[in-house]
């Protein structure tokens, strides 16, 4: 999947999860950044 032309995006996503993952991101992180994503 692009995720360049995707509308919305799903933390529970497979590969949202993965690059989460492989960037370390903490569950908290994860809440954090889609909070703050929801505001743009």
């Known amino acids: 999947m692009s995720?360049?032309?995707?509308?919305?995006?799903?933390?529970?996503?497979?590969?949202?999860?993965?690059?989460?993952?492989?960037?370390g991101f903490t569950v908290e992180q994860i809440d954090q950044f889609f909070t703050l994503a929801s505001a743009l």
């Not at 995720?3 to 960037?23: K, N």
């Open 3 to 23: 995720y360049s032309d995707a509308a919305t995006f799903v933390p529970t996503d497979e590969m949202m999860q993965e690059g989460f993952s492989a960037l």
